[in-house]
């Protein structure tokens, strides 16, 4: 995978996490809002993380990961 520079383009985890929370919301039908309802998370945090406009704290990715490992 090269990024247009001829240099190879690395996954960041951030950007593996946003991945994993979508393909998982497409494939089970689930909105960000019924996701985070579901894994106990507040979705104002979840949003802006999606979108990139935040960060977000590494125990909340764990809950949510947790809930989608275990769904």
Do not use: H, Q, W
């Not at 951030?14 to 894994?39: H, M, P, Q, W």
């Amino acid at each position: 995978m090269e990024n247009g520079n001829n240099t190879p383009a690395f996954v960041s985890t951030e950007d593996r996490v946003k991945a994993t929370i979508y393909n998982f919301c497409v494939e089970n039908g689930l909105n960000y809002s019924k996701l985070c309802g579901l894994a106990g998370v507040n979705k104002n945090i979840l949003y802006p993380f999606m979108n990139g406009k935040r960060s977000i704290t590494l125990s909340t990715l764990e809950k949510i990961e947790r809930f989608i490992y275990e769904y």
